[in-house]
Every structure is written in structure tokens, then in C-alpha cells.
């Protein structure tokens, strides 16, 4: 599944407990709710992509936000309850950009 890319100004913000009992940031579009993954600084494009897809080979629908600041990639909150066998953390392919708690 490809990752979608929609603009920040059409998506919805809030916060919200996860199972490991962090806080985190959420996003709402098109009737889905999605977790915060990482942030990329506009010049960092092919990086944004070559994450989305990264974690959309594990069937995780995901999501890019753009805005004139750059790039936030989201997963689908489903998918924070389904772990994929051999799954790569975002953290070991971009681990300045992953935000953990």
C-alpha cells in the first residue's frame, strides 16, 4: 500500500495515551486516526519517502504531511496494535528523527 501524501492544513491534531502508557501525538484525516512517526525539514525529501515506503512494505498504511516547514510522517493507529514480525524500527533507519518517550 503507498503511502498518501495530503497537505497539514487538511488534518486534525490531538494528543493521545498509547498501550505503553507514553503520550503522543495524533492526527485525524479522512476519518482514520494516525500516530506521529518522524519529522523531516523540507530540503530531506527522498529521506521522508524512502521511510513512508519503508513501513508501508509491512502492509502499515502511511500517511506524509507536507507544509512549507517539511515533512511529518504518520502510521495509521491500527497499526500500533498489530506489530509486524522483523518489523525495522523508524528509529535504525532515521534515528535523529524518530521521536521516542
Same mark, same amino acid.
Given at each position: 500500500?503507498? #503511502?498518501?501524501?495530503?497537505?497539514? $492544513?487538511?488534518?486534525?491534531?490531538?494528543?493521545?495515551? *498509547? !498501550?505503553?502508557?507514553?503520550? =503522543? &501525538?495524533?492526527? =485525524?484525516?479522512?476519518?482514520?486516526?494516525?500516530?506521529?512517526?518522524? *519529522?523531516? !525539514?523540507?530540503?530531506?525529501?527522498?529521506?521522508?519517502? /524512502?521511510?513512508?515506503?519503508?513501513?508501508?512494505?509491512?502492509? &502499515?498504511?502511511?500517511?506524509?504531511?507536507?507544509?512549507?516547514?517539511?515533512?511529518?510522517?504518520?502510521?495509521?493507529?491500527?497499526?500500533?496494535? &498489530? #506489530?509486524?514480525?522483523?518489523? #525495522?524500527? /523508524?528509529? *535504525?533507519?532515521? #534515528? $535523529?528523527?524518530? =521521536? =521516542?518517550?
Amino acid at each position: 500500500m503507498s #503511502p498518501l501524501t495530503i497537505s497539514e $492544513t487538511l488534518i486534525h491534531y490531538f494528543t493521545f495515551v *498509547s !498501550p505503553d502508557g507514553c503520550l =503522543r &501525538q495524533g492526527m =485525524r484525516s479522512g476519518g482514520q486516526l494516525y500516530s506521529y512517526v518522524a *519529522s523531516f !525539514p523540507a530540503a530531506c525529501q527522498n529521506q521522508t519517502y /524512502a521511510l513512508a515506503y519503508g513501513l508501508s512494505e509491512y502492509g &502499515q498504511q502511511i500517511v506524509i504531511t507536507n507544509s512549507d516547514n517539511g515533512y511529518n510522517v504518520w502510521k495509521e493507529l491500527r497499526s500500533l496494535h &498489530q #506489530p509486524a514480525l522483523n518489523q #525495522p524500527e /523508524a528509529s *535504525s533507519i532515521f #534515528p $535523529t528523527e524518530h =521521536r =521516542r518517550c
